[in-house]
C-alpha cells in the first residue's frame, strides 16, 4: 500500500510542479485584463453597427421588446441607437473593430506566451507574424464571446423575446433551445483546439490538444452558468450597488473564463511531457 501511493506521488508531484498554479493565477488576470478593455471598443462597435439595422426604431418601440426590457434600460438603448443613427459613422465603425481585435489580441498574445511557457518552446516568429496570428484568432475569441454572452447568458431572455413576438410554437422554442448551447458549444471547441495546437511555436498535433480543449469548454460552459444565473435571477446586489454590480460580476467571470484557458492548455502541457517520459522510457527499454 505505501509503495503504491509513493508510486502515486512520484507522478503527482511532478505534474502539479508543471501546473504552476502562480502562473495560472497571474496569466489569468492578464488575459482577463485585456478582455475587459475589449468591451469599451465592443460596445462602440457594436452602437455604430445597430444605427445600420432598418427597422430597429420600430423594434425598440414595440410592445413586446417594452415588457422585456426594464424601463430604465429601455431609455438609455432607445437614445444610443437614436444617436447612432443620427451620427452613422463607417469610419467609426471600422476603427472600433479594429481597436476591439487589437485589444482581444493582447489575450490571445498572453495566451500564446503562456502556452509557449507550458510547453518549452521558444518563441522564433517575428513580430508581424506573431501578431497576424493572435489577431486572427482574436476574431475568433470576440466572436466567442459574444456568442457566449449573447446566447448562454442571456439565451433565457431572448427567447422570451421570440416568444412573445413571433408567439410561442413547440418546434421553434426546442430547436432555439437547442442551437442555444449547441452552437457556443460547438464553436468554443473548434476555436479553443485550433488556438492550442496552431498559436504555440511548436507541432502540435490536434489529437494531442483536445483533452484541454474539451475541458476549456466545459469549464467555460460552467462559469457562463453561474453568471446566467445570476443575470436571470440573482437581482439583490442591484439594490445596494446599483449597476455597478453587473460589471464587477462581467469582470468575474472573465477572470474564471479566462483561467479555464490557463487550465486547458496546462492539462495539454502535462499531457505532452507525460507522453515524452513514456516514449524515453519505452525506447531505453528497446535499447
Same mark, same amino acid.
Given at each position: 500500500?505505501?509503495?503504491?501511493?509513493?508510486?502515486?506521488?512520484?507522478?503527482?508531484?511532478?505534474?502539479?510542479?508543471?501546473?504552476?498554479?502562480?502562473?495560472?493565477?497571474?496569466?489569468?488576470?492578464?488575459?482577463?485584463?485585456?478582455?475587459?478593455?475589449?468591451?469599451?471598443?465592443?460596445?462602440?462597435?457594436?452602437?455604430?453597427?445597430?444605427?445600420?439595422?432598418?427597422?430597429?426604431?420600430?423594434?425598440?418601440?414595440?410592445?413586446?421588446?417594452?415588457?422585456?426590457?426594464?424601463?430604465?434600460?429601455?431609455?438609455?438603448?432607445?437614445?444610443?441607437?437614436?444617436?447612432?443613427?443620427?451620427?452613422?459613422?463607417?469610419?467609426?465603425?471600422?476603427?472600433?473593430?479594429?481597436?476591439?481585435?487589437?485589444?482581444?489580441?493582447?489575450?490571445?498574445?498572453?495566451?500564446?506566451? #503562456?502556452?509557449?511557457?507550458?510547453?518549452?518552446?521558444?518563441? =522564433?516568429?517575428?513580430? !508581424? /507574424? &506573431?501578431?497576424?496570428? %493572435? *489577431?486572427? @484568432?482574436?476574431?475568433?475569441?470576440?466572436?466567442?464571446?459574444?456568442?457566449?454572452?449573447?446566447?448562454?447568458?442571456?439565451?433565457?431572455?431572448?427567447?422570451?423575446?421570440?416568444?412573445?413576438?413571433? #408567439?410561442?410554437?413547440?418546434?421553434?422554442?426546442?430547436?432555439? =433551445?437547442?442551437?442555444? !448551447? /449547441? &452552437?457556443?458549444?460547438? %464553436? *468554443?471547441? @473548434?476555436?479553443?483546439?485550433?488556438?492550442?495546437?496552431?498559436?504555440?511555436?511548436?507541432?502540435?498535433?490536434?489529437?494531442?490538444?483536445?483533452?484541454?480543449?474539451?475541458?476549456?469548454?466545459?469549464?467555460?460552459?460552467?462559469?457562463?452558468?453561474?453568471?446566467?444565473?445570476?443575470?436571470?435571477? !440573482?437581482?439583490?446586489?442591484?439594490?445596494?450597488?446599483?449597476?455597478?454590480?453587473?460589471?464587477?460580476?462581467?469582470?468575474?467571470?472573465?477572470?474564471?473564463?479566462?483561467?479555464?484557458?490557463?487550465?486547458?492548455?496546462?492539462?495539454?502541457?502535462?499531457?505532452?511531457?507525460?507522453?515524452?517520459?513514456?516514449?524515453?522510457?519505452?525506447?531505453?527499454?528497446?535499447?
Amino acid at each position: 500500500m505505501l509503495k503504491k501511493m509513493k508510486n502515486y506521488l512520484k507522478v503527482i508531484l511532478p505534474v502539479i510542479g508543471r501546473f504552476n498554479v502562480p502562473d495560472m493565477y497571474s496569466r489569468s488576470a492578464e488575459i482577463a485584463f485585456y478582455l475587459t478593455i475589449t468591451i469599451f471598443p465592443t460596445l462602440i462597435f457594436i452602437i455604430c453597427a445597430l444605427a445600420y439595422i432598418p427597422g430597429l426604431d420600430v423594434l425598440l418601440n414595440s410592445k413586446n421588446f417594452v415588457q422585456i426590457v426594464p424601463k430604465d434600460a429601455l431609455l438609455i438603448i432607445q437614445s444610443i441607437v437614436n444617436s447612432a443613427v443620427e451620427n452613422k459613422s463607417i469610419e467609426l465603425l471600422i476603427f472600433s473593430f479594429l481597436l476591439a481585435t487589437w485589444t482581444a489580441s493582447k489575450a490571445v498574445k498572453s495566451i500564446i506566451k #503562456g502556452q509557449n511557457m507550458a510547453f518549452g518552446f521558444i518563441e =522564433n516568429r517575428n513580430f !508581424f /507574424l &506573431l501578431n497576424l496570428i %493572435s *489577431m486572427v @484568432y482574436a476574431v475568433g475569441f470576440f466572436v466567442m464571446t459574444i456568442l457566449s454572452i449573447g446566447l448562454l447568458v442571456y439565451g433565457k431572455k431572448i427567447n422570451i423575446f421570440f416568444n412573445t413576438t413571433l #408567439g410561442y410554437h413547440a418546434i421553434l422554442y426546442l430547436l432555439f =433551445n437547442i442551437l442555444r !448551447f /449547441l &452552437l457556443p458549444i460547438v %464553436s *468554443m471547441t @473548434y476555436i479553443f483546439l485550433n488556438l492550442f495546437t496552431l498559436s504555440p511555436c511548436g507541432e502540435l498535433k490536434y489529437r494531442e490538444t483536445l483533452p484541454g480543449s474539451i475541458i476549456t469548454t466545459i469549464l467555460w460552459l460552467i462559469f457562463s452558468f453561474f453568471y446566467s444565473f445570476y443575470a436571470n435571477y !440573482f437581482n439583490s446586489s442591484k439594490q445596494i450597488y446599483g449597476n455597478i454590480s453587473t460589471i464587477i460580476v462581467l469582470m468575474t467571470w472573465l477572470y474564471f473564463c479566462s483561467m479555464s484557458v490557463t487550465i486547458g492548455y496546462k492539462i495539454n502541457a502535462i499531457l505532452y511531457f507525460q507522453r515524452k517520459i513514456e516514449q524515453k522510457n519505452s525506447s531505453s527499454k528497446v535499447r
